[in-house]
């Protein structure tokens, strides 16, 4: 949008992915656990960046939201 020597302009960067194990085993101690359905760790569902620039002559002014999903730190998926 543009007001005289004013302009406003936005941008958006969204992900979504549902990463998960298909087919794998991890050591735990002597065994080896299927962890097929699992997510991959470090991998949250859900990352965005929003923001929006605001410039009146040759300054401008930038605010961004970013937000990272939560993620597992390790491939059995456990909960501290």
Not at 35 to 57: D, F, H, I
């Amino acid at each position: 949008t543009r007001l005289g020597r004013l302009s406003l302009t936005g941008f958006t960067s969204t992900a979504f992915m549902d990463a998960r194990y298909t087919d794998a085993l991890v050591a735990v101690g002597s065994d080896n656990r299927s962890v097929r359905g699992n997510r991959v760790e470090s991998a949250p569902r859900l990352t965005t960046r929003n923001g929006l620039t605001v410039r009146y002559k040759t300054a401008s002014l930038t605010v961004q939201y970013s937000y990272v999903g939560k993620t597992f730190a390790d491939p059995l998926n456990t909960v501290a």
